[in-house]
C-alpha cells in the first residue's frame, strides 16, 4: 500500500529559518535541511579531534596495538563516537553543550520536544570519515536510525552535519533520504546465506522495497560546512555517493531528545546516570 504523500511542501531552510517552521516540516515530513545551523570555527575543532583520533587509531591498528577485531573494523570503517573523543583527550567533556546552546540546532530541538531539558547519549552521537582512498567500507546503505537505538528512548531527533563541502555535485559523499516521515521497523533486507556489508547487513533496507510505499521521493543535496540535515528516527537514509566522489568527508551526527522521551518506567535510572545521559542544559 502507497504512502499517503504529506500535503506539506519540503522547503530548504535558509541560514536563520524559523525554528517552528523547522520542527513542524520535521514532524510531517520526516527531516529538514538548514543553511548555516552552525558557525564553522568550532566544526573546524571537531573536524581537527576527529581526523587526529582517526589518525592515530589506523597508526595504532597498523602497529598491532589494537588486535581486537572491532577496533579494525572501527578503523577500517572511520567510526567512531563523541564519548570516544572526549575519553581519548581529543575534545573537551564541555564541547557539546557549548557547541548546542545558543545554536540554530537548540532552538529547533525546543520546538520539535516542546521542552529545554534536552539531552544526548554521547555514545551514540557519532562520527564517521569517509576515505575511499583506504576503505570502501565506510558507505551506509539505506537504513533507519531506530534499529539500533536505546530502546528505552524514543522520538530522537539527528542532526547530520558535514564537516567538509559534500553531496551532489562535489567529489565528497554526501546523504540521502526519503522526503517522508517513514512507519517504524520498515522490513530490511533478506540477504539469506549471502553478504553485501557484513557490519551492515542486519540494518539494511532494499531500495525497491522503499519506492512501492514512498515513490522515487529521495532527496540528495549539496552541502557546505554549517549545513545540516535533521531528521527523526525513524526516516530511512543513506550515504550518497557516485563513483566520481573519490574525496574524503567527514561528518557527524548529534542525536537529541528530551526527557519526556525517556520510557516512564527507567527515566529515574536514566536520569540518575552521567554515564548514560548528557545533559544539554544547566541544571
Known amino acids: 500500500m502507497a504512502w499517503d504523500q504529506a500535503a506539506t511542501a519540503y522547503d530548504i531552510f535558509p541560514k536563520g529559518g524559523d525554528p517552528g517552521s523547522v520542527s513542524h516540516q520535521i514532524s510531517e515530513r520526516g527531516s529538514a535541511i538548514v543553511r548555516?545551523?552552525?558557525?564553522?570555527?568550532?566544526?573546524?575543532?571537531?573536524?581537527?579531534?576527529?581526523?587526529?583520533?582517526?589518525?592515530?587509531?589506523?597508526?595504532?591498528?597498523?602497529?598491532?596495538?589494537?588486535a581486537h577485531p572491532t577496533a579494525k573494523m572501527y578503523a577500517s570503517h572511520g567510526v567512531?563516537?563523541?564519548?570516544?573523543?572526549?575519553?581519548?583527550?581529543?575534545?573537551?567533556?564541555?564541547?557539546?553543550?557549548?557547541?548546542f546552546q545558543g545554536s540554530g540546532y537548540e532552538q529547533i530541538c525546543r520546538a520539535y520536544h516542546k521542552s529545554e531539558r534536552l539531552?544526548?547519549?554521547?555514545?551514540?552521537?557519532?562520527?564517521?570519515?569517509?576515505?575511499?582512498?583506504?576503505?570502501?567500507?565506510s558507505f551506509i546503505p539505506y537504513h533507519q536510525d531506530s534499529y539500533s537505538q536505546d530502546e528505552r528512548i524514543n522520538?530522537?531527533?539527528?542532526?547530520w552535519t558535514p564537516l567538509d563541502p559534500c553531496g551532489r555535485g562535489t567529489p565528497a559523499p554526501g546523504l540521502e533520504v526519503v522526503m517522508n516521515r517513514c512507519t517504524p521497523n520498515f522490513p530490511r533486507k533478506d540477504f539469506g546465506l549471502t553478504t553485501e556489508n557484513a557490519a551492515y547487513d542486519f540494518?539494511?533496507?532494499?531500495?525497491?522495497?522503499?519506492?512501492?510505499?514512498?515513490?522515487?521521493?529521495?532527496?540528495?543535496?549539496?552541502?557546505a560546512v554549517g549545513d545540516c540535515l535533521i531528521f527523526s528516527q525513524d526516516v530511512i537514509h543513506r550515504t550518497y555517493v557516485t563513483?566520481?566522489?573519490?574525496?574524503?568527508?567527514?561528518?557527524f551526527e548529534f542525536r537529541v531528545f528530551s526527557e519526556d522521551c525517556i520510557d516512564a518506567e527507567c527515566r529515574a535510572e536514566l536520569l540518575g546516570s552521567t554515564v548514560l545521559l548528557y545533559p544539554l542544559f544547566h541544571a
Request: glycine share 8%.
Open 36 to 66: 548555516g545551523i552552525w558557525p564553522v570555527e568550532p566544526l573546524q575543532t571537531l573536524r581537527k579531534a576527529i581526523a587526529g583520533f582517526c589518525d592515530d587509531r589506523r597508526a595504532d591498528v597498523l602497529a598491532g596495538r589494537h
Open 243 to 251: 563513483p566520481d566522489m573519490t574525496q574524503p568527508r567527514i561528518n
Open 203 to 223: 540494518i539494511t533496507i532494499d531500495r525497491d522495497d522503499i519506492v512501492p510505499v514512498f515513490g522515487d521521493n529521495f532527496l540528495a543535496e549539496t552541502f
Open 80 to 99: 567512531g563516537t563523541l564519548a570516544g573523543l572526549i575519553h581519548g583527550g581529543h575534545l573537551s567533556p564541555t564541547f557539546p553543550i557549548e557547541l
Open 119 to 137: 539531552y544526548c547519549q554521547l555514545n551514540r552521537c557519532g562520527f564517521r570519515e569517509h576515505r575511499t582512498d583506504l576503505s570502501n567500507k
Open 155 to 159: 522520538d530522537v531527533i539527528n542532526c
